[in-house]
């Protein structure tokens, strides 16, 4: 299947520095990518979609000033958890669509961030 | 809200067959699909229905009925390899998915 490569795997930090997690498309063009984020025993909740060269989409409940999406090229995106907090600290993931590619693995995964917040 | 609901957790045997039922509102669907995920992984691709009726690859099937919102994913020869979380997942416009809190399954020898 497509591969989505996410990173870092995991990160670290103390509260109030940001945070970036880079999200890229290896073999295949990813026109929207979704983000994820995952609490402890939770589900997987959508955060925002995004969209090559246009504005991100966000879920209600998402402040988007704290969560600065950019998706500049076709194959990569960011998602930038800005003067996080602990609460802030969850699982991260990103996911994204190849629309050329005719599977029902309609979305391709990458690996998880887990940020933790000091 | 999306409202999908499956059982949070579930146990079964080494060698037994287990199904994991989801529900889930009907309007704006799109494809219905399944995952595992074991945990600070990412979730594995299991099955995607959007017909009515039962598809089957390998130990793993899954089932699809679309005027009754519901859902189940059968997993047969249960192996001990098979214990992780089961995510069920509604897909609507756009290929966002919504995910149901997900059943965690443990297999016992």
Redo the contacts between chains.
Sequence with gaps: ?AVVSQHPSWVICKSGTSVKIECRSLDFQAT?M?W?RQFP??????MA?SNEGSKATYEQGVEKDKFLINHASLTLSTLTVTSAHPEDSS?Y?CSA?DRVRAT????F????T?LSVL | GQNIDQPTEMTATEGAIVQINCTYQTSGFNGLFWYQQHAGEAPTFLSYNVLDGLEEKGRFSSFLSRSKGYSYLLLKELQMKDSASYLCAKGHSGYALNFGKGTSLLVTP
Excluded: D, P, R, V
């Design positions: 299947g929207t979704f994820y025993k939770q589900s997987l909740m959508l979609t699982f993931i669509t029902n693995e309609k979305l995964f990458g690996s998880g887990q």
